[in-house]
């Protein structure tokens, strides 16, 4: 097998490695390919990812050539960043100057991000067609990840699925919490990426999850204890962490504009020393740097909405949490040796939400095979959920339709009905400042 990442020069890359020597030999993995627009990053991160698979049994192949690295490729992982880091700190301060949310998932500054990420992404999904493997799968990481799995599932692109780690956030941390391997664990998400909700989790055919969200050490472990305690018992169900910024909108907003540096600025900073390190130090320090920066990283993960507490030690049922490598991998594995595999992912929906069409890209538990990824029947859901589902989803048709036709009214229309945006002069000014800040990459608009 030829497995191929786009972006392959980004910091999160060599987490990919473990999960892939774990696999190798099932996979039958021969080659992959990193591929990446900027060589002096991709030969940093490229010669880390080298250094980890010394003694695998495939070959890490760095490459500046898309059409060359998706040629025969059977499986392609997408984690690019159009602008970098520097772009998201220009997104943020943009929409924090004029009073909304900045973050680059959602809201005015994920549309930013979109703006970017769908024409770069559906130029490399047509190239994979046309030079990639019969029957290759593309599974998507760019963020927004699900909006971005709508653009390409609109323009016809159909072996795509996006991919993200918080989609089985609940998953693991029951896994985690009562210390039981993860393939004995199954939970049903629904909603969209970064707008989603577990209502079950069981172990064993057990639902474990109604005695967690009454547990308040479990609730301490996790994100939930972001969230207000009566929110939390009116919503009955395990919450993307991403939520808090809707449900405690004005709370989050205030406490990001406090803060001395945006989130952007700390993964810039933060990513800038990892560079800067890894290029001056000798090769077998190269490990340590890494992980104690990404390290870093993590720990700055959403910090607005969390306190100083000292969080319980939680045993670990898994050797690795691979979060979005195990996500990805997870569905390469299931594919390619047909083995059945359980996992959240952005998918159309297919029939399986009540009320979503049926084209409608949501995030949702899924089964895996060879014959491709089957979204499990989760019916009617609660009406509040179902009416920001909409809402939501009304917003990502308006910004695919805008992106992919360079449309600044449409733009607009997108982002006023937008609930973390909701006003038509605001939208339409944010629109016009992001098309000012990355013209260089997203042309003219009309």
């Not at 962490?241 to 933060?270: I, N, S």
């Not at 009540?354 to 089957?374: F, I, K, L, P, T």
């Amino acid at each position: 097998m030829k497995l191929a990442i786009l972006g392959g020069g980004g910091v999160r890359t060599p987490q990919l490695i473990p999960s892939l020597i774990r696999r190798a030999e099932k996979l039958e993995l021969q080659e992959v390919w990193l591929m990446d627009n900027d060589a002096n990053k991709l030969a940093l991160i490229g010669r880390l990812c080298q250094q980890l698979a010394e003694n695998a049994p495939f070959k890490v192949v760095l490459s500046t050539d898309a059409r060359e690295t998706l040629t025969n490729a059977q499986h392609v992982i997408t984690a690019i960043r159009p602008g970098l880091e520097q772009g998201r700190v220009t997104d943020e301060k943009i929409a924090f100057r004029h009073g909304v949310l900045g973050q680059e998932t959602t809201g005015a500054a994920g549309f930013a991000m979109a703006m970017r990420s769908i024409p770069a992404i559906l130029d490399y999904a047509r190239l994979l067609q046309e030079v990639g493997a019969p029957g290759a799968w593309l599974y998507n990481f760019t963020n927004p990840a699900g909006l971005v799995a709508q653009a390409l599932h609109d323009s016809g692109i159909e072996r795509v699925a996006g991919i993200c780690d918080s989609a089985n956030g609940a998953q693991h941390a029951a896994s985690r919490y009562l210390n039981v391997p993860l393939e004995r664990v199954r939970h049903e998400v629904y909603g969209l990426n970064h707008l989603s909700w577990t209502r079950k989790v069981e172990v064993d055919g057990e639902d474990v999850l109604p005695a967690l969200l009454g547990d308040t050490t479990f609730i301490q472990s996790t994100h939930m204890g972001m969230f207000d305690r009566g929110l939390r018992e009116w919503q009955s169900a395990f919450l993307n962490e991403y939520l808090h910024y809707y449900y405690h909108r004005d709370e989050a907003l205030a406490a990001l504009l406090r803060k001395p540096e945006t989130r952007g600025e700390q993964v810039l900073r933060l990513t800038t020393e990892l560079l800067s390190q890894l290029k001056s130090a000798q090769p077998e320090h190269h490990l340590e740097i890494y992980h104690r920066l990404m390290e870093q990283r993590s720990a700055t993960y959403m910090a607005h909405a969390r306190d100083d507490a000292v969080r319980p030690e939680i045993p670990s049922a898994d050797v690795d949490d691979e979060g979005y490598a195990g996500v990805a991998l997870g569905c390469v594995e299931a594919i390619a040796t047909n083995t059945p595999h359980y996992t959240g992912l952005n998918v159309p929906n297919n029939g399986a939400i009540n009320g979503m069409d049926m084209d409608d890209v949501v995030e949702v538990s899924c089964w895996v095979d060879a014959s491709g990824v089957r979204p499990v029947p989760i019916g009617a859901i609660p009406e509040h959920v179902y009416m920001l589902m909409r809402q939501v989803k009304l917003y990502e048709r308006l910004a695919v339709q805008a992106i992919l036709t360079r449309s600044r009214k449409t733009a607009a229309e997108a982002l006023t009905v937008h609930p973390l945006v909701g006003s038509y002069p605001t939208a339409r000014a944010l629109v016009d400042e992001f098309i000012s800040a990355h013209q260089n990459l997203v042309g003219d608009w009309r």
